[in-house]
């Protein structure tokens, strides 16, 4: 909670960004939302919700409207940086999906791609 609220400070309400909870586990949760739709979100219920493991992704930008404003060069930097920093494939292409606002195969493919080079 600490955290949210010193991200709002730094962000404003209204910045979106992604947490992940208990990533690759069954109980994963991913949310794309504003700092302050977190900050309810993760209020309304504390001792069950704030348990586990966390992920803040902080987007340098945000989302664009459509997957044709969206290089092909800002996926593969996205995803390479969550295989960096060892996310799962599932994960990763979930994540990707949130953070570009398109559909699984596309990211599915530029993954694939990747793990091909």
Known sequence: MKTLKDLIKIYGNSKRIIICKEITKIHENINYESLNNQLCYFSENNNE???GE???IIP???NK???DDIT???IEI???LLLKNEVSYNSAIKIACKHFSIKRNII???FLKLANN
């Open 49 to 51: 919700k704030i348990k």
């Open 54 to 56: 966390f992920i803040f």
């Open 60 to 62: 340098k930008e945000e």
């Open 65 to 67: 409207n459509s997957y």
């Open 72 to 74: 092909e060069e800002e």
């Open 78 to 80: 996205f995803l390479k």
């Open 108 to 110: 599915y493919k530029k």
